[in-house]
């Protein structure tokens, strides 16, 4: 018998969260996560052009980054919905402080090597790949499912705020003690965080669906695949979703690689105003990641997603634009900081909600393919753009395409009518 329908008001905030040792436990092995791979990412850019001078080199090895994520995902999901999603876990973290570890050996030993970097920076961004999936499908079966919304708002509030006080820790490191000791900060971060999962998290998640069953274990891989992705397109509000994030990731990605030229050229400001705006990003993503929960954005998780991030990011871009002054570009930097971790928080929840679990590390991989596939290509005509227009221009073109974008994608009926609450009976 089904139960009564998910209520549509507002819950208390679940206080109850911090008390959860699983929970505590996928935060910190999260937090841990981001630190290490904020610090990283400063550390390796930053080896990489101060060894070289090159910038044709720090294309190579970004471009390696995607082409690993990319070609991960898919794989990546499909293992999540076989295998235990804790040892997934564990394993992820520790490739990755055995591929910094020995970075930091490389760099230590033989110094500057491109061959060695592009193979580690390899085998990171795919086994960041395999825990970013991996890590979305395991939090639903580690808390009650009234509580998802309220611990994705905390886990993605906290991490956020980790990742921009990371980025200026790995600064620190490379101006005080050297990029050696950054690849080996990444080490011991990933290293805690293996061994954090392998302590804290519980051993039998609270849903018994932990994978495939034994009939679907037996498929090939790309059978499994191939299943995956017919599911997901017979859910026409979240593939819809799915597709709009490549849109709307494509326009952020074109602008906001390049806010530090708009800083300079339509700003006439330096690196502090550059940071400053980074910190007002970051504080709106955090009040927005916790909004989710107080508000019904769930309950109307389709709409906050188009409106949010496609329709409220779209126009600040256009506000900053056109009035490209310290105090307007302070205020739409938190605006749309606010709407991206509101959206973003009703997306997750709703996705975690809707996906049945022996498919969410297939979905995510689907999705996560979507969203990375438009980053490279997003890169380059922003700096095209950037070049032939200006840095001011490319904004206002880059947010009214968003604009536009967000309207096509709300005629869409499944996706604005998309209900992120679980079924009933569920």
């Keep these: 018998m089904e139960g009564p329908p998910p209520s549509d008001r507002p819950r208390p905030f679940a206080r109850h969260l911090l008390r959860s040792r699983s929970f505590l436990g996928y935060l910190a092995q999260d937090s841990l996560s981001s630190t290490a791979t904020s610090v990283a990412g400063v550390v390796v850019a930053w080896y990489v052009y101060a ?5 044709l080199e720090v294309g190579l090895v970004a471009l390696a980054e995607s082409l690993a994520a990319v070609g991960t995902s898919l794989p990546a999901g499909t293992w999540v919905d076989r295998f235990d999603r804790k040892r997934l876990l564990i394993t992820a973290h520790a490739v990755r402080a055995v591929a910094f570890l020995l970075l ?57 705020t980790l990742q921009a006080v990371s980025g200026a820790i790995g600064g620190g490191i490379i101006a005080t003690v ?15 965080a293996a061994l954090v999962t ?33 599911w997901l397109l017979a859910q026409a509000g979240l593939w819809q979703l799915s597709l709009s994030a490549m849109f709307f990731n494509f326009f952020f990605t074109l602008t906001f690689t390049y806010l530090v030229v708009f800083v300079v050229e339509g700003l006439h400001a330096g690196s502090l105003v550059f940071g400053i705006l980074l910190g007002t990003y970051s504080s709106g993503y955090v009040i927005g990641s916790f909004l989710t929960g107080r508000t019904r ?8 997603w188009v ?108 996706l604005w009518n998309l209900d992120g609450r679980r079924p009933a009976g569920s």
């Design 104 to 160: 930091a050996g490389v760099a230590l030993r033989l110094g500057y090597q491109i061959t060695p970097l592009v193979a580690l920076v390899l085998a990171w961004t795919a086994a960041s790949e395999l825990r970013r999936s991996t890590s979305y499908s395991i939090l639903p079966d580690l808390v009650k499912a009234d509580d998802l919304t309220d611990a994705n708002g905390i886990d993605r509030a906290v991490t956020s």
């Design 51 to 55: 060894s070289t001078g090159s910038a």
């Design 307 to 414: 409106l949010g991030y496609g329709g409220v990011g779209g126009a600040c871009l256009v506000l900053m634009s056109s009035l490209p002054n310290l105090l307007v570009t302070l205020a739409a930097t938190t605006v749309i900081g606010l709407a991206v971790g509101y959206s973003g928080t009703a997306w997750l929840t709703a996705s975690q909600n809707l996906v049945p679990s022996d498919l969410r590390g297939r979905y995510f991989a689907v999705d996560g393919v979507l969203s990375f596939v438009s980053g490279p290509p997003a890169i380059a005509v922003g700096a095209l753009l950037v070049s032939v227009l200006g840095s001011v221009e490319t904004y206002f073109v880059a947010g009214g395409a968003m604009l536009v974008s967000a309207l096509g994608f709300a005629l869409l009926k499944p």
């Design 297 to 304: 954005g769930l309950r109307y998780a389709g709409r906050a």
């Design 178 to 192: 050297g990029v050696v000791f950054g690849f080996a900060y990444a080490a011991l971060a990933y290293g805690i």
């Design 198 to 230: 392998a302590a804290l998290l519980a051993s039998r998640p609270r849903s018994s669906n932990v994978g495939l069953s034994h009939g679907a274990r037996k498929e090939g891989m790309l059978a499994s695949m191939r299943e995956g992705f017919r």
